[in-house]
């Protein structure tokens, strides 16, 4: 059976290059390389201002959503970089949302 996909191609505008980090060492004991993707994705900013002791403190975050698994070298996205409209920034999750019969439908990033 055929999933239908809930993250659309067309709906991919924004531009985004990702860097997800690895677990593990190599065998020198070096940290592994990071996997890289750059493509397109469905990108969504959000502002929320968080209150301090001492003063406001406006947080900006997004979410960035792919069609499909666009890290499979990974099982689970735990952290790394992105840079979207020209600005670095943090990945703070990953959510590979996957259909009843275990394939990815879609990929969600969050970013801080």
């Given at each position: 059976?055929?999933?239908?996909?809930?993250?659309?191609?067309?709906?991919?505008?924004?531009?985004?290059?990702?860097?997800?980090?690895?677990?593990?060492?190599?065998?020198?004991?070096?940290?592994?390389?990071?996997?890289?993707?750059?493509?397109?994705?469905?990108?969504?900013?959000?502002?929320?201002?968080?209150?301090?002791?001492?003063?406001?403190?406006?947080?900006?975050?997004?979410?960035?959503?792919?069609?499909?698994?666009?890290?499979?070298?990974?099982?689970v996205i735990s952290?790394?970089?992105?840079?979207?409209?020209?600005?670095?920034?943090?990945?703070?999750?990953?959510?590979k949302a996957r259909?009843?019969?275990?394939?990815?439908?879609?990929?969600?990033?969050?970013?801080?």
């Amino acid at each position: 059976m055929s999933w239908p996909c809930l993250v659309l191609e067309q709906w991919c505008k924004t531009d985004i290059s990702l860097e997800f980090d690895r677990e593990g060492l190599n065998e020198y004991g070096e940290p592994l390389k990071p996997v890289v993707y750059s493509g397109r994705c469905n990108y969504q900013d959000k502002a929320k201002t968080v209150l301090t002791a001492e003063k406001k403190l406006a947080e900006i975050t997004g979410t960035a959503l792919f069609p499909g698994d666009i890290c499979s070298d990974l099982s689970v996205i735990s952290g790394g970089t992105a840079e979207v409209m020209g600005v670095k920034r943090r990945i703070l999750q990953g959510k590979k949302a996957r259909n009843p019969d275990g394939s990815v439908n879609y990929t969600e990033v969050l970013l801080v």
